[in-house]
């Protein structure tokens, strides 16, 4: 599938189409699962409140898995060692 854009509505039509295109009806979806960037997660113009606003049991739920590398991310770029070491640790 093509880039659509990065706007929470540009996101939110590609994933309708594609739902429409395999005959998947939105009414039927039950929760969503994103990142935390604003397109996605955005309480007014973001994709899960958009799909939300199609199917009311789409409740939508942080990715925690994104939330966790994050966290890592924030505590291993604090300490030059570490960070030198997964340096290595990616180039081998």
């Not at 429409?20 to 009806?25: A, R």
């Not at 409740?59 to 030059?80: E, I, K, M, T, W």
Request: charged share 20%; net charge negative.
């Amino acid at each position: 599938m093509d880039n659509t854009g990065h706007k929470g509505q540009e996101m939110a039509d590609a994933l309708l189409a594609f739902f429409l295109s395999v005959e998947i009806e939105i009414t039927n979806c039950r929760g969503q699962s994103y990142d935390n960037a604003s397109s996605m997660s955005g309480k007014y113009k973001g994709m899960q409140t958009i799909i939300r606003g199609k199917s009311s049991n789409a409740v939508f739920v942080p990715c925690s898995d994104h939330s966790l590398n994050l966290v890592g991310q924030a505590a291993v770029d604090c300490c030059r060692d570490v960070v030198a070491f997964f340096d290595f640790v990616q180039q081998v």
